[in-house]
């Protein structure tokens, strides 16, 4: 299995001088099975020029979306794809909570004629959408895709894909650790900290061993400060998350749309300074592609 980012940008996408370095698509990553199943994770606007890089016909694409905040989603019209009869789009999701529709509903919004140009009606490839539930894995292709419930202030995915090769990543979309909302003295504190433990140990579980972890990491520790309740955790916290769950590599991703990459090194720099983990730490960069059998047990 190997993957290839084209979009790591946060929020709102920032084309420009100042982030030509390491892109300023929203999130994308293309992954391709050791049997050539192309899996899609999440459709930013990085998804448009992935899209111009598909040059088989017919095509049969896999996109699964952790959750349907527009930069995740806002590239799914203009994934070309779906305008050329022949092609099967697979799009996968969670089930809302509050309005109890599935993943089709990112479309149904986008394709609406005040928003977009171009009707449903008019996509000419075979466009499904199926419905995921939280810890049950599905198969596509050779590889095994099971989604686990991350925190943030929409219903959120993150994705573990193990393909028969034997390697495996782990993305988590947008990503805040749970924190205690109650003082320690508070009553309620015990039980909400059982509860966040309970979780944590959960996802750890579910990235454990990948030999890639992509993570949220929006935040240094000063701006999250500031940032409590925004869904997006910290480069700290993935670090940790990292050597938690005994990933071989990490990629940082998600970066604040106002960091410059001459910003996004220097904090990375102050990463690598402090030297606070063990396992290989990268920043996301748009157009890098790795094979993740050539990911050993250390480098």
């Not at 508070?186 to 454990?208: C, D, N, R, S, T």
Request: aromatic content about 10%; glycine content about 10%; some cysteine.
């Amino acid at each position: 299995m190997k993957f290839k980012f084209w979009g790591v940008r946060g929020s709102i996408a920032t084309p420009g001088p100042s982030t030509v370095k390491y892109g300023g698509n929203t999130t994308c990553i293309e992954v391709t099975s050791s049997a050539g199943d192309l899996i899609i994770l999440d459709a930013g606007t990085g998804i448009h020029a992935l899209a111009q890089s598909l040059q088989k016909h017919p095509l049969t694409a896999h996109i699964l979306i952790t959750h349907t905040h527009w930069d995740h989603i806002q590239g799914l019209p203009f994934f070309l794809p779906m305008f050329k009869a022949g092609n099967i789009i697979n799009i996968y999701g969670g089930l809302e909570p509050l309005t109890h529709q599935g993943i089709e509903r990112a479309m149904h919004v986008q394709l609406q004629h005040s928003y977009f140009p171009i009707s449903e009606a008019q996509l000419k490839a075979e466009v499904r959408y199926f419905t995921l539930k939280a810890g049950a894995s599905i198969t596509v292709g050779s590889v095994r895709v099971t989604p686990t419930v991350l925190n943030h202030p929409v219903y959120n995915f993150g994705y573990r894909l193990d393909d028969v090769d034997g390697s495996s990543l782990f993305f988590t979309g947008d990503y805040e650790p749970q924190l205690n909302p109650y003082q320690p003295d508070h009553p309620g504190y015990p039980a909400m900290q059982e509860l966040i433990e309970q979780k944590h140990e959960e996802v750890i579980a579910a990235m454990a061993g990948v030999d890639a972890l992509i993570m949220d990491s929006s935040y240094t520790d000063a701006e999250y400060a500031n940032r409590h309740g925004w869904g997006h955790g910290t480069y700290r916290s993935a670090m940790n998350f990292a050597a938690q769950a005994g990933a071989k590599r990490l990629f940082l991703t998600h970066h604040e749309p106002t960091r410059s990459d001459a910003d996004l090194e220097a904090v990375f720099e102050s990463l690598l300074q402090a030297g606070e983990s063990d396992v290989w730490v990268g920043l996301a960069r748009e157009g890098e592609e790795f094979e993740l059998l050539d990911f050993g047990a250390s480098d």
